[in-house]
């Protein structure tokens, strides 16, 4: 059985994964955290107790903003970069990924990306909601021209096939104990996994230049998201001879 999504246009749809890391200067946009209106509760009397109350909860305040900064941020539109984008395509059997080292990579990425997802349905795991919305407000501020994609989760006719949605029932509020990731629904399936990182570590990655360890998880869960879109009938069976 196939979807309906592939009959919108005459070319295969395109699976994507994007990750993402904070900006190098997020700090300069995000607020950092008021200090001077600390007191210490009523019940403290001795000096010392509370210059250390209000000394460890400046600490606390502090250490907040700074993984606000160095992780937190890379889930923002607005203060997050693409640090890796992966992609399969009929035409690109094998899956192909780009890293983004520097905003020069990460503007010919999105580049190249939008040219070659013109007139396609793409599909991925929660796409609809942050990779897409994050691609193509990246490429507002980098100054790329970006597609206008309808992100609505019950638009008609919409280029976008989100297999969270299609997994959850648009997000059907029941009781859940299982992960709704995309590594939980594959395991789920049947599909191996092997990947051990998961897409909280890419900034850390990042930063200590392990861009090998970046491509590899990017790539995987690209793998991972076309396995679950033929399963579910987004994307046609791969022939025989050449199963990804």
Request: hydrophobic content about 45%; overall charge negative; aromatic content about 10%.
């Amino acid at each position: 059985m196939s979807y309906e999504y592939e009959a919108m246009n005459h070319l295969s749809p395109i699976v994507v994964d994007c990750e993402t890391a904070p900006l190098l200067n997020a700090r300069e946009f995000i607020d950092a955290p008021d200090v001077d209106d600390i007191e210490a509760p009523k019940n403290y009397v001795k000096p010392e107790a509370i210059a250390e109350y209000i000394a460890r909860e400046k600490a606390k305040r502090m250490a907040d903003y700074e993984f606000d900064c160095t992780n937190k941020a890379a889930l923002d539109f607005n203060v997050a970069r693409v640090v890796a984008l992966g992609w399969w395509s009929a035409e690109h059997s094998d899956g192909r990924f780009a890293c983004c080292e520097d905003e020069a990579a990460e503007r010919d990425t999105l580049k190249l990306f939008w040219q070659l997802s013109r007139q396609r349905t793409i599909v991925g795991f929660r796409i609809r909601e942050f990779d897409l919305p994050l691609m193509v407000q990246r490429s507002r501020y980098l100054g790329i021209d970006a597609p206008t994609l309808d992100f609505g989760r019950y638009a008609r006719g919409s280029r976008i096939v989100d297999l969270y949605d299609l997994l959850t029932f648009q997000d059907m509020r029941q009781e859940s104990v299982m992960r709704r990731t995309v590594k939980s629904f594959a395991r789920r399936f049947g599909i191996p996994v092997t990947d051990t990182i998961d897409g909280s570590h890419i900034p850390e990655l990042v930063a200590a230049g392990q861009w090998d360890l970046v491509a590899d998880h990017v790539l995987s869960d690209v793998r991972l998201e076309l396995a679950l879109a033929r399963r579910l009938g987004v994307v046609q069976p791969a022939p025989v001879e050449a199963v990804l």
